[in-house]
């Protein structure tokens, strides 16, 4: 663990995060984790497309401005597709994760939408669990959704969440 990530989770107060609308001028920390979480991550171009398109693009930073994730959602007719949500890989398991899902919701309901809608890996097993854990139910499967090794393609898990 870094000493940056060592300060972070020292000083985890769930009350002292806070959410904000993703800046161009946050890119190089939110492609840092995306680049150490993802065999396959967004690029620079793929972030910017979205905050230019209008979608729900956060971040959530702890009291010393350190980022501990980011989600990006876009509202389709009545359902919010759940595009990327990441928590920073030092930070798993402390409940970042579910804060960022309730504000998702959050935005969602504000929006008058019925469902949140996501796609996952069936090797991230991790996301599997806290997205069940959290009410989220599988509905179908995208074949070779995902790039994977080796040029080869990973089917994508779909869950749906109604709110």
């Not at 959530?60 to 597709?81: I, K, Q, T």
């Not at 809608?117 to 959704?145: C, D, H, T, W």
């Amino acid at each position: 663990m870094s000493s940056v990530s060592k300060s972070i989770s020292s000083e985890l107060d769930f009350q002292s995060m806070q959410f904000a609308p993703m800046q161009a001028t946050d890119l190089a920390e939110v492609l840092a984790i995306e680049n150490a979480a993802y065999p396959f991550p967004w690029t620079k171009g793929n972030f910017l497309d979205s905050m230019n398109s209008g979608y729900e693009t956060w971040i959530l930073r702890d009291a010393s401005r350190n980022l501990l994730g980011y989600f990006l959602m876009m509202p389709v007719v009545d359902e919010a597709h759940l595009l990327n949500i990441t928590v920073h890989a030092d930070l798993h398991g402390q409940g970042i994760g579910r804060v960022m899902l309730d504000q998702v919701v959050k935005f969602a309901r504000g929006k008058g939408l019925a469902s949140v809608l996501l796609e996952v890996r069936p090797s991230n097993q991790r996301a599997l669990v806290i997205y069940s854990r959290y009410g989220f139910q599988r509905i179908g499967v995208r074949k070779n959704y995902y790039p994977a090794a080796l040029h080869t393609r990973e089917d994508a898990i779909v869950m749906r969440l109604p709110i």
